[in-house]
């Protein structure tokens, strides 16, 4: 078992900044892949960005590329999710999830399915 908490959402001015963060515990946290998702009132969940197990390899979704970055400090047991130049449209409920399918992978998948354990989401909000 993984238990992932989230921390960081709130209600943010358009150009702002946030910073999620996620924290781990249970099953060893640092030989897995780790993602943030998004879902918005209304539409699927969505992949944001992802991290290989060693932070050696991010990936992002087109729309937050050069605005999101992804980190990890596996000696915390914590991923973040740092988020400048908000838009109105990044205005969703924000998850964190592990990918424990391959220990040491150095793959992002990129599906909802493709991860086994979610936190509970925490909520941002980009006013115009």
């Known amino acids: 078992q993984v238990q992932l908490v989230e921390s960081g959402g709130g209600l943010v001015q358009a150009g702002g900044s946030l910073r999620l963060s996620c924290a781990a515990s249970g099953r060893t946290f640092s030989i897995y892949t780790m993602g943030w998702f998004r879902q918005a009132p209304g539409k699927e969940r969505e992949f944001v960005a992802g991290i290989t197990w060693n932070g050696y390899t991010t990936y992002y979704q087109d729309s937050v590329k050069g605005r999101f970055s992804i980190s990890r400090d596996n000696a915390k047991n914590a991923v973040y999710l740092q988020m400048n130049s908000l838009k109105p449209d990044d205005t969703a409920v924000y998850y964190c999830?592990?990918?424990?399918?391959?220990?040491?992978?150095?793959?992002?998948?990129?599906?909802?399915?493709?991860?086994?354990?979610w936190g509970q989401g925490t909520q941002v909000t980009v006013s115009s």
């Open positions: 999830a592990a990918d424990v399918s391959r220990r040491y992978d150095q793959r992002i998948r990129r599906l909802v399915n493709d991860y086994s354990y």
